[in-house]
Each structure stands twice: as structure tokens, then as C-alpha cells.
């Protein structure tokens, strides 16, 4: 019974923090609004979406991901670069290709951290995501092997949001 009603209010505080986020105001009124709607979105949800409860709410998971915010920002930052290097390039250097690889990642959710990482990465684009394989478009294919691969590419995102999405 704990487990549940830590899932319930763990899925109502994000979906409040987003409301709060989204409208951007602190308007009683809005925000009472806000409250309620969370609370009856969780009060549905809050078993199908939710693992962990107030778990997920642990100071190193927050840690890590207020640590993963800059360091993403920081490889989109540098993949912009790379494309648009290779835009303006006159012999436009591209080995496009798709390749396999294998996540660590075991949660689904850390699993769709992790291709949505790589998709919101200009040059790569995760395709599909079957079981642990990811499927992931690559303008720059650097090497075809499977392991080394992964080291390049999801093995970037991994370490800090395993931590996050245990």
C-alpha cells in the first residue's frame, strides 16, 4: 500500500512540476487548477507509468540528472557543429549508414532516454529499439563493429542515465 501511494504522489509532483513548468505562472488559481488535474491524471496512471515511487525522487538520481542536463546540452553543442561542418563543406564529408547496437539499458523508460538522447543529437537518429538492439541512423559512420560502435554512440548517454533509470 506505501508502494502505491508513494507511485501516486511521485506521478502527481512531476505532472504538477510540469503544469508549473508549462503555464509559468503561480496564479492560485491556476495552480489549484494544476493540483487537481495531477492529482486525477496519477490517480489513473500512476501504477502503469510509475516504478519506484518517491524512490525516483533519491538525491543522487536528481544529482545525476541535473549533472546529465549541461553534459547533454554539451554533445548536441558539438554535433550541431560537426553537421553543419559537413553542410558547409564543399566535398561534404558523409559515410551515412544504419547500425546495430546494444544498450546497457534494462528499464524501458531508461531505454527511451537513451535513443531519444541519441535522436535529439543532430547526425544520428534511432530508428527502432527491439529489446536491448538499437537501430540507429548515423551520417558519419565511424565503424561498423558492433561494440565499438556502441562505445560511440549510445555508450556516450549510458553511464549517467543507468544511474537515473536504474
Known amino acids: 500500500m506505501a508502494h502505491r501511494i508513494g507511485q501516486f504522489l511521485f506521478t502527481a509532483l ?20 494544476g493540483a487537481l488535474l495531477a492529482a486525477g491524471i496519477a490517480l489513473f496512471t500512476h501504477r502503469r507509468f510509475t516504478r519506484g515511487g518517491l524512490q525516483n525522487l533519491a538525491p543522487g538520481r536528481l544529482l545525476c540528472l541535473l549533472a546529465y542536463l549541461p553534459f547533454f546540452t554539451w554533445q548536441m553543442i558539438k554535433a550541431n557543429l560537426d553537421v553543419a561542418y559537413r553542410a558547409l563543406h564543399p566535398r561534404m564529408p558523409l559515410n551515412p549508414g544504419i547500425v546495430r547496437v546494444k ?10 532516454a537513451v535513443a531519444n538522447s541519441i535522436t535529439l543529437t543532430p547526425g544520428t537518429l ?9 537501430y540507429i541512423h548515423w551520417i558519419d559512420v565511424r565503424s561498423t563493429d558492433p561494440e565499438e560502435a ?16 536504474p
Open 14 to 33: 512531476v505532472l504538477f512540476g510540469l503544469w508549473l513548468l508549462f503555464t509559468g505562472t503561480l496564479d492560485p488559481q491556476e495552480t489549484a487548477v
Open 150 to 165: 556502441r562505445r560511440l554512440i549510445p555508450g556516450v548517454f549510458e553511464p549517467c542515465l543507468k544511474r537515473i533509470f
Open 126 to 134: 534511432t530508428l527502432e529499439v527491439d529489446d536491448d538492439t538499437l
Open 103 to 112: 544498450t546497457r539499458m534494462t528499464s524501458d523508460i531508461g531505454k527511451m
